[in-house]
Nanobody, 128 residues
Framework: QVQFVESGGGLVQPGGSLRLSCVASGFTLDYRAVAWFRQAPGKEREGVSCISASNLGTVYADSVKGRFTISRDNAKTTVYLQIDSLKPEDTAVYYC?????????????????????WGQGTQVTVSS
């Protein structure tokens, strides 16, 4: 059974940092693009960042460029999202998923219908 589990969220003050983890079980991440998405209350889910297999590159939403860093450790079947300089508008539930058809992230990765294995998400709340 394939399962993705997100963790690392919490309540932080503006300007703070968090490191989110996405651990996959029953699934080999090595050859697949993996992305982080988020959904704020009352808003649609949006793509935050995507990391390609091997060293094929990363993609970031404009709203998080320079503040978020995505990385992966295939040996640990884990994808990370380091989030710095947090803003209140970053408040959302963060999810990860793998694109089962692609190894490379395109600029429009978030439009792919092939993301699977959504976890329960991890809540990030930015508030003073």
């Amino acid at each position: 059974q394939v399962q993705f589990v997100e963790s690392g969220g919490g309540l932080v003050q503006p300007g703070g940092s968090l490191r989110l983890s996405c651990v996959a079980s029953g699934f080999t991440l090595d050859y697949r693009a993996v992305a982080w998405f988020r959904q704020a209350p009352g808003k649609e889910r949006e793509g935050v960042s995507c990391i390609s297999a091997s060293n094929l590159g990363t993609v970031y939403a404009d709203s998080v460029k320079g503040r978020f860093t995505i990385s992966r450790d295939n040996a640990k079947t884990t994808v990370y999202l380091q989030i710095d300089s947090l803003k209140p508008e970053d408040t959302a539930v963060y999810y990860c998923a793998a694109d089962i058809m692609r190894s490379r992230c395109t600029d429009s990765y978030y439009l792919s219908k092939e993301f699977r294995y959504w976890g329960q998400g991890t809540q990030v709340t930015v508030s003073s």
